[in-house]
């Protein structure tokens, strides 16, 4: 089962049963000005309070060993981090979606090429399957035995590198903006649930977690109060 509801998130989560999801995987919007469409407001005063109302309601629709993983710039991410804890709600880890860039650079400051990934659990056990990811390190002498005798690299790094979804990607749709790439999306579904877990996005946007959850054989809910072609 993989379907979209079109409706404010808030009050959409609020209709899903406690206990219910295994992962709650969500971009939603940074509060940067972006013109989603006339029903969102991308410039928020209290932002932060919004993010910490429907982060608290996604975790109280997780499973017992379900993971909330949410993707935004640090900047975001940090305040949303530091009201969570201080909630009491169970800190995993922090994760880094690092992109390459040629552009938006500035004269007088470094341009960022990266976004945060913060990871909470409903409990202290809960599902995690690691990405095999290639060595850091190919030159080092250790590194190239262990390579010639057939091991492929290790897991258990908290960087990732997938490039952003640009315009000319064979994966971009012709409606949304900000579109996770596939890889990212891919990755941390595989990494935080199993094939037939209950996925849900409460900004799903143009449907790339849903999508990518039905090819991994997972179900999901999406929920965006824009009504996107998926």
Same mark, same amino acid.
């Given at each position: ?12 989560? *609020? ?15 940074? &509060? ?8 969102? @407001?991308? &410039?928020?005063?209290?932002?932060? =309070? ?32 530091? $009201?969570?804890?201080? =909630? ?20 007088? *400051? ?28 190919? *030159? ?7 390579? *010639? ?24 749709? &012709?409606?949304?903006? @900000? ?17 037939? $877990? ?7 946007? @143009? ?11 997972? @179900? ?11």
């Amino acid at each position: 089962m993989n379907k979209i509801i079109h409706g404010d998130c808030i009050e959409e989560l *609020k209709k899903i049963s406690d206990n219910s999801v295994d992962l709650v995987l969500t971009d939603p919007p940074y &509060n940067i000005g972006w013109k989603y469409s006339d029903k969102i @407001n991308d &410039n928020k005063k209290d932002y932060s =309070e919004w993010c910490l109302e429907w982060a608290k309601l996604s975790i109280s629709k997780l499973k017992e060993n379900g993971i909330i993983a949410i993707i935004n710039y640090p900047e975001n991410n940090n305040i949303l981090y530091t $009201d969570l804890i201080r =909630e009491g709600y169970n800190f995993v880890q922090e994760l880094i979606w690092y992109y390459p860039t040629n552009i938006g650079h500035s004269k007088n *400051k470094y341009t960022r090429n990266f976004r945060t990934i913060i990871i909470f659990s409903k409990s202290e056990k809960y599902t995690f399957n690691p990405i095999k990811q290639s060595y850091k390190n190919p *030159k080092d002498k250790r590194i190239i035995q262990r390579i *010639k005798e057939g091991h492929k690299g290790t897991n258990h790094y908290t960087t990732f590198e997938y490039n952003l979804c640009k315009n000319v990607s064979k994966d971009k749709k &012709n409606n949304g903006i @900000n579109q996770l790439p596939k890889e990212l999306v891919e990755m941390l579904i595989k990494t935080y649930t199993n094939e037939g $877990d209950y996925i849900c996005d409460p900004f799903v946007g @143009n449907g790339t977690v849903i999508n990518i959850a039905e090819e991994l054989n997972r @179900n999901s809910l999406g929920i965006d109060i824009n009504e996107y072609k998926t």
